[in-house]
C-alpha cells in the first residue's frame, strides 16, 4: 500500500464505551471540508497529513483482545473513502468487528457514489451527525445497515431518529 493509500488519522481511542455499544476502537479520521456551524470538532478539518497508517498497521498498533466492534468518526470519514473502505472490510471480513460511522453526508448521498455505495454495506450503523442537522432537529439521525439492530438497546433507539 502507497502512502497516497493511508489513511490519515487525526487521533484514536483504544478503548471507549460512550460511542457505541460495547467495548469499541474509535477512530477519528484527519480532514473535514463541510464546515457546519458549532463543529466539536474543528481540529480535523485541515487536510493535512497528522497520522498516517495502513488499516492493517491500525488494528496492528491499537486494537486491544477483547474490542466487540469500531467506530469511525472525523471529520469526515468519507473524505477517504477508499481508505474506509479497506479498513471497514478488513475489519468485518477478517475481525468479526461491529461498525459504525458517524458521516455528515446523507445516506442518499453516499449510496450514489460508486465508491461510498460500496462501502455501506460494511457499515452496521450509520449516524448521520452533521451538527446544522442536529440543531434543527436536536437529535442525530440514525440509519441500521444490517440485521444487527441488537447492536443498539431500545432505550439508545428511543432517543435517535430512525431514518
Ligand atoms: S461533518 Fe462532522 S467534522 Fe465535518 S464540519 Fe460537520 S460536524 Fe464537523
Given amino acids: ?51 498516517l497508517y495502513s488499516p492493517q498497521g491500525l488494528y496492528k498498533e491499537f486494537l486491544l483482545p477483547d474490542i466487540e466492534g469500531i467506530t469511525v468518526s472525523g471529520g469526515e470519514p468519507f473524505s477517504q473513502t477508499g481508505g474506509l473502505l479497506h479498513l471497514l472490510r478488513l475489519c468485518k471480513e477478517s475481525l468479526g468487528l461491529t461498525t459504525v460511522v458517524y458521516t455528515g453526508f446523507l445516506y442518499e448521498e453516499l449510496k450514489k457514489g460508486s465508491l461510498s455505495g460500496s462501502t455501506l454495506k460494511y457499515i452496521d450503523v450509520l449516524i448521520i451527525a452533521s451538527i446544522s442537522r442536529m440543531i434543527l432537529s436536536c437529535r442525530q439521525r440514525l440509519r441500521l445497515l444490517s440485521g444487527k439492530t441488537g447492536l443498539l438497546k431500545k432505550q439508545d433507539l428511543a432517543k435517535q431518529t430512525l431514518i
Avoid: E
Fill in 1 to 51: 500500500m502507497g502512502r497516497d493509500n493511508l489513511l490519515n488519522i487525526h487521533s484514536v481511542i483504544p478503548l471507549s464505551r460512550v460511542n457505541g455499544p460495547g467495548k469499541r476502537l474509535v477512530v477519528f479520521f484527519q480532514g473535514c471540508a463541510r464546515r457546519c456551524p458549532g463543529c466539536f470538532n474543528p481540529a480535523t478539518h485541515p487536510f493535512k497529513p497528522v497520522h
